[in-house]
């Protein structure tokens, strides 16, 4: 369980992005969480509530996107959508693939900010 | 009353975006340096210590100049172990925090002169989950699986297993006793990471150490390090 060093790291780069953007306070953040990024959702926003206190974050929420993993496929030469994290094999012709397009994200996209 | 004006701004950053900036710029310090660098991921008690023992001694006695890091929440009781083989060992103490980071790397670096070393081993803290996303500048990630875990492991660990560079497999002298299916195990690390390299071995007994110990010495050569 490491959400809570995660959610230090929002914090940090959500302030940096406030003052750049001259803001006042932080409506929403948006992060994109992939399926491998090693995080557990709910673990995040438990965490985001407790450590956002006093500061320009608090009270805001975090809307979280979650990514399924998204495998290239060399034999059907495409890429392909996994249905979870247990096969990293094509789905459609079963041949096994180490080559990830998609899953490891865990990335701030934006902040709805008041200014 | 005053009308709130919102708006939304673009940020597009890498949460560990940090680590990750930090860690890039110690492989290529690694690189220069020729020192080949890997982070070992495990469970806790799956022989990690033990096998950078017998590694440690192994690669000195055949020539090489070798160092380890050492991670744990508290006490330096693994940087002792590792000691006896004459290798300069650092702990790092995480203070309860349950990965390394790459500046906790750096800063134990200091005062190492890394250009007269061939190889550096980082001992990660053991946790088969949250040192999976910490980038810390390693050529290669090896997790490690004892055949006493248990096979389903990869498959319930699957963020970590995916993100490792080569496996190996610890405590091959306990196999029997454990009644370990070795086919499954290999079958579901591959699953988790087609055509990763496996090596099974027993540090214990030394049984399959050689093949892990040319793996190292390969995997730096080809690496192209002098």
Redesign the interface.
Known sequence: MHELSVVHGIIETVRESLEAAQGKKVIATYLRVGALSGVVKDALLFSFDLATQDTPLEGSSLVVEELPIVIFCKECDRTVELPGVQTFRCPVCQTPSADIRQGKELEIRSIEIEV | MAV???????????????NDELAREMRKTFESAGVFVLNLVSSPGTGKTMLLEKTLAELRRRGSRVAALVGDLETDNDAKRLAQSGAPVRQIKTDG???LEATMIRSHLEGWALDELDFLFVENVGNL??P??YDLGEAVRVALLSVTEGEDKP?KY???F??ADAAVITKMDLAEACEYDRETALRNI???????EIIELSAKLGSGMDAWLSFLEDKRKRAGLR
């Open positions: 709130m004006t919102t708006r939304v701004v673009e940020v597009r950053k890498n949460v560990l975006n940090k925090r349950c990965h989950v949250c999976a996303g498959l699957p963020t970590m995916n993100s591959r699953e988790i990471r087609p055509s990763i």
